[in-house]
């Protein structure tokens, strides 16, 4: 059994400069091959509208997850669970168990290995969704077993200009998991519970071709 999660938070830099503000966490079991909803929640910031502001203005960027529509700045200004709350919900939920993400260096190296979470110290982490769905991904592109052509084109054609590049979650999820099975038809909502959920999916879809 393996708990995924997955955040969305204010930018890419990390802590302290970026903030998480949702955090969804599913399980994995890999003996049953089931996916179980565990914990959702946006936290609540009640300067979060005065943060936008100075963050965008300070680094001349928009915020890509109150730009898209993904949240609102309401959204974390009145939300039920502050900072401290939501923290305590997951370092319980999570204690002593295995974790894992789609971008482990993102997701743990930059926010939640550092305080106030400090899963590090409580947990284990033993694999990245997206190191195991990159090289699978890469292998089926280049022997033509990706199902939708015009995505295993442009895979190809992203690994040719750059042979490092990881695979993007929506893309692995597109190319491991055709048949759809969380009802995306091809568009990722970018909300941490929903994306942990395919998150999931990607990793049994990889278990499953290595018989694991």
């Keep these: 059994m393996v708990l995924i999660i997955d955040i969305e938070t204010t930018g890419l830099r990390g802590l302290p400069i970026d903030r998480v503000l949702e955090v969804g966490i599913c399980e994995y079991d890999e003996c049953e091959r089931t996916i179980t909803p565990i914990y959702g929640e946006i936290i609540r910031y009640e300067d979060m509208d005065g943060f936008k502001a100075r963050y965008e203005s300070f680094y001349n960027e928009p915020m890509f997850i109150f730009d898209e529509g993904h949240l609102t700045v309401e959204d974390c200004m009145y939300a039920a669970k502050s900072l401290d709350s939501v923290v305590e919900d997951v370092r319980g939920i999570v204690y002593g168990d295995t974790i894992t993400s789609?971008?482990?260096?993102?997701?743990?190296?930059?926010?939640l290995y550092h305080g106030p979470w400090g899963l590090d110290e409580i947990t284990l982490r033993p694999f990245d969704i997206m190191v195991m769905?990159?090289?699978?991904?890469?292998e089926m592109a280049m022997n033509d077993r990706v199902e939708d052509k015009e995505l295993q084109d442009r895979m190809l054609r992203m690994w040719e200009n750059n042979p490092d590049r990881w695979v993007r979650s929506l893309d692995a999820y597109r190319s491991l998991c055709p048949d759809d099975p969380v009802g995306l038809s091809g568009v990722q909502s970018h909300r941490a519970l929903d994306d942990a959920i395919m998150e999931a999916h990607i990793l049994d879809a990889i278990f499953?071709?290595?018989g694991i």
Excluded: E, P
């Excluded at 260096?105 to 926010?111: E, V």
């Excluded at 769905?133 to 890469?138: E, F, L």
């Design 102 to 111: 789609y971008n482990t260096n993102f997701d743990f190296n930059k926010f």
């Design 133 to 138: 769905a990159t090289r699978h991904v890469k």
């Design 208 to 210: 499953s071709l290595t």
